[in-house]
């Protein structure tokens, strides 16, 4: 049970990461 | 056609722009996205550009600046859906300000707005708090994310950033703000430079008193940890760890709160930077070794360890980092303090009969200054009074004193060396050449060669992969680690996060160009832009210019055959001729007239044929002198004077022949000199590997007959001065890497052409914008110097790069506990913030070495020792 709780909340830190530094929309708008 | 677009047009300011050299080039910019580039009016004198209908005008501001032309809107037309669409460009602003004119509160006055607002030039900030590459692009992403902005750049190695466009200044500073950096406006550069040294010396004594605390404690505890207590939690020493954890969230805050309130702020705005990594590494130890404290229970026995003096000497080992780093920056910047030093704080100005020392502020154009031998001249002028030899060494590189009399130039900053002499001031302030070399420092200092854009690239995405591997390598560690397989995870991860260094990718590329721009301007050459400076290291052909680049571009008389008389009789008919002409090699006539005092003869009836000659009367008779071909035309007979005209010939100059009635009378030769060190310097480029040729609108045979005493491999005749950039499209595409050096307004063309231009200069006269290095002596040696130094500069950001990029990619995997299945070796996190404080201390250090760089010119220090004696 531990092991499975670390592991989700390793997966869902890294799905965190991704989503709040990639994908999240941001308040300034950046233009490319 | 829609008659709403027929007539409408879009019109843009520019900045930067000066020679057609520079329309061509927004001209290209501006190609996507227009269907015929010649369409787009470019207005160098108004420095505007007027586009054709239907272009979104923010679009091709944006294009023009980032091709080095600051440009801003003027006028857009109604029809530009495009940008509209998006209601964020400056030129949508307006439009959206009239239809919501009911609503939206009152305009600023005009003058007001433009007061505040970022100007063609834009404005520059001071940056604090930003350590990283990572936090150079939150910089410019928040920059770019104030509407209006144009172009945003950050350097990190002088810490300013510079918006252009239309942008209000308090808004950039606000975008800034929020990104969790410090920003303040930069009104006169030279104290803002005062400033920052001042707020750089007191960071730098406030970095090491923080170290000495944090350092201390780590040390403290590990000393306290291993030899007399115990690193694991046992019933016995509990509640001493929980007071020493305690104490080292005290010490982490009082030593290393920056860390983590600018973590936090980047946090919030979805950024990531150096300072995100060393929070979460020494966070995370922190946090676990709290736990470990205070529920040990909850953990294996294996796994009661604490990490309490990791996090405190973390912290202390990158703020020495930091100090170090500091201190090293603070050297890179050396060349224009030295050009800053250069200025003189007071002049003796003579007003109304009274000399009285005014400071410098107070010289006003058309004021008479005095100085004397020893002294600084304090503004630029001409000489009234006086004769003297003037060190032109700090500004020009040239290593003699040159002599300076009644109407000559003189520039600020030089060293009056010998005689007394009284100037009128012509240029003051900021408009003086030592204050416009300045600029020009360090404006490339902050620009960015593409070989950094890489490295901006892959740090941006840098730190939030980092802690995806930190997290990867935890779980890989809690699931097929040996136990303590919690501790270990922990170790790993935050190893993980503080070996990762972002700052030395982002150090490595502004830190050498820094250092090589000053380096090239101590030699004489100004280099405008950084993308100059990596380019100028590749080039395999370098194109001459042959008047003024090679040759002193001052023709003069270097033979005279006469039939039958003498020869000043000659000189004195010519001179009587040439005394009513313009041309160049009229002057080499009046000239040597002048040095042998020879009266020129009495002419009526002056006539200038182009291309052919000039004629008058002489006592009744038609004077001629022109070339061969028309007195051949005008029946008389050349041929007793062919073998002296084929000697003019083979020395490179050009044969005049003078005719009285139907008598010939003899030849003049008229030569432009080499310069005495243009063969030397041709040689450096030799030895260099890159070929020399040359392209003039001479004939052939005077081409060949420089090329042979100059050593120049190849040539160009009789090339009109509009066609030499097609001679620099040539070369480029027979696939040279091109430079064309010339004389910056008649070679403007080809020196735009080419993949570097270097504009030759006199003296001081930086006013010649045209090209991207700007060499301040007449000297060819300038361009090795250049080329010496762009490839020396180059070759240092490929070792910063590589060493940033070895660093990462080897340090990283090292830390996730690569190296344990084979050897059993798992780094501390301590180590890790050793080597991570390290690597950017080497990068800045490697760039400094640049510092040292000596360039293959040897005439400079044996002629300095001359000077000397």
């Not at chain 2, 950050?154 to 950096?181: F, H, K, V």
Request: glycine share 8%; net charge negative; hydrophobic share 45%.
């Amino acid at each position: 049970m531990t092991s499975f709780l670390v592991n989700l909340t390793g997966l869902a830190l890294m799905a965190a990461v991704v989503w709040w530094f990639w994908l999240a929309p941001t308040d300034t708008k950046t233009k490319s | 056609m829609d008659s709403t677009t027929a007539n409408t047009e879009n019109r843009l300011s520019i900045a930067g722009a000066t020679c057609q050299g520079c329309a061509r080039k927004i001209r290209v910019a501006l190609e996507p996205l227009v269907t015929d580039s010649a369409a787009v009016d470019v207005n160098i004198e108004q420095k505007t550009v007027t586009l054709p209908a239907g272009i979104d005008p923010a679009d091709a501001a944006r294009r023009i600046t980032e091709a080095g032309y600051p440009a801003e809107i003027l006028h857009a037309e109604p029809a530009a859906k495009s940008c509209c669409a998006s209601k964020t460009t400056p030129s949508c602003r307006s439009e959206k300000d009239d239809a919501d004119e009911a609503e939206a509160p009152a305009p600023e006055p005009a003058s007001a707005a433009s007061d505040s607002n970022a100007s063609n030039d834009g404005i520059q900030l001071a940056i604090t708090g930003a350590t990283c590459a990572s936090c150079v692009s939150s910089v410019e992403k928040a920059l770019k994310s104030v509407s209006g902005v144009t172009h945003a750049h950050m350097n990190l190695a002088d810490n300013t950033a510079s918006a252009s466009g239309q942008a209000d200044a308090q808004a950039l500073i606000n975008a800034i703000e929020s990104a969790g950096y410090g920003a303040s406006v930069i009104e006169d550069p030279d104290t803002a430079d005062e400033r920052r040294q001042q707020q750089d010396r007191k960071r730098y004594r406030t970095l090491l008193v923080k170290m000495a605390v944090s350092l201390s404690l780590g040390v403290g505890l590990m000393i306290w940890g291993m030899g007399f207590g115990s690193m694991t939690i046992d019933a016995g020493n509990q509640t001493t760890w929980i007071n020493l954890g305690i104490l080292t969230l005290g010490v982490m805050i009082a030593t290393g709160s920056h860390f983590f309130t600018s973590a936090w702020k980047a946090f919030l705005h979805h950024n990531a930077n150096m300072d995100t990594l060393v929070a979460l590494g020494t966070g995370t130890a922190w946090i676990y070794s709290m736990v470990v404290a205070v529920f040990p229970e909850a953990l294996p026995e294996m796994a009661r360890h604490v990490y309490f003096e990791a996090s405190a000497m973390i912290i202390g080992l990158i703020n020495l980092g930091q100090a170090l780093e500091l201190r090293a920056k603070g050297k890179t910047s050396e060349a224009v303090r030295r050009l800053l030093d250069l200025r003189a704080k007071t002049a003796r100005v003579i007003r109304d009969g009274q000399e009285q020392d005014l400071p410098i502020e107070q010289v006003r154009k058309g004021d008479q200054i005095r100085v004397r031998p020893g002294e600084q001249l304090p503004v630029d002028g001409v000489v009234r009074e006086g004769n003297t030899r003037v060190d032109e060494s700090m500004l020009t590189g040239e290593p003699m004193p040159v002599s300076k009399g009644e109407g000559d130039d003189v520039s600020a900053g030089t060293l009056n060396t010998r005689g007394s002499i009284v100037y009128e001031a012509t240029r003051v302030g900021s408009d003086t050449a030592l204050a416009q070399i300045i600029r020009l420092v360090k404006k490339a200092q902050g620009s960015k060669p593409s070989i950094g854009r890489l490295a901006d690239k892959i740090s941006s995405v840098f730190v939030p992969s980092v802690m995806l591997i930190a997290i990867a390598a935890a779980l890989v560690w809690y699931n097929l680690g040996p136990d303590p397989a919690v501790a270990h995870m922990m170790v790993a991860a935050t190893t993980v996060l503080i070996i990762a260094c972002p700052c030395a990718l982002g150090l490595a590329t502004p830190m050498s160009v820094m250092v090589g721009v000053g380096k090239a301007a101590e030699y004489g050459a100004l280099i405008r832009q950084g993308e100059a400076l990596q380019t100028a290291g590749k080039i395999n052909l370098v194109i001459l210019d042959k008047t003024g680049t090679i040759t002193a571009g001052k023709p003069a008389v270097t033979q005279v055959h006469v039939v039958d008389g003498d020869e000043s009789h000659l000189l004195a008919l010519a001179a009587g001729l040439e005394q009513h002409s313009e041309h160049p090699l009229a002057y080499a006539i009046m000239e040597k007239v002048r040095q042998d005092t020879i009266q020129p003869a009495d002419i009526s009836g002056f006539d200038s044929l182009n291309g052919k000659g000039v004629a008058g009367q002489h006592n009744g008779d038609t004077l001629r002198l022109g070339n061969r071909r028309w007195l051949v035309d005008e029946g008389l007979d050349v041929t007793p004077l062919d073998q002296a005209a084929q000697s003019i010939t083979d020395n490179a100059g050009t044969p005049l022949f003078v005719a009285l009635g139907t008598r010939v009378l003899g030849v003049i030769g008229v030569a432009d000199a080499i310069k005495p060190d243009s063969r030397a310097a041709i040689e450096r480029l030799h030895q260099a590997g890159i070929k020399v040729m040359m392209v003039t609108g001479d004939v052939d045979a005077t081409a060949k007959a420089i090329c042979a005493s100059a050593g120049i491999d190849d040539y160009r005749a009789e090339v009109l001065p509009e066609n030499k950039a097609d001679v620099v499209n040539d070369m480029r595409k027979k696939g040279y890497t091109v430079a064309m050096v010339g004389d910056g307004i008649n070679d403007a063309p080809a020196l735009a052409a080419a993949d570097v231009g270097f504009a030759i200069g006199t003296g001081t006269d930086v006013a010649i914008e045209s090209a991207a290095i700007t060499l301040m002596r007449g000297s060819l040696h300038g361009v090795p110097d250049a080329i010496e130094i762009s490839r020396a500069t180059v070759k240092n950001i490929h070792q910063n790069l590589f060493g940033a990029f070895i660093y990462n990619s080897l340090g990283i995997p090292i830390a996730a506990g690569l190296l344990y299945p084979l050897w059993g070796i798992l780094l501390s996190p301590i180590i890790a913030g050793a080597a991570m404080s390290m690597s950017s201390v080497t990068v800045v250090t490697n760039a400094n070495r640049l510092r040292l760089f000596k360039t293959s010119r040897k005439i400079d220090s044996s002629a300095k020792q001359e000077q000397n004696q």
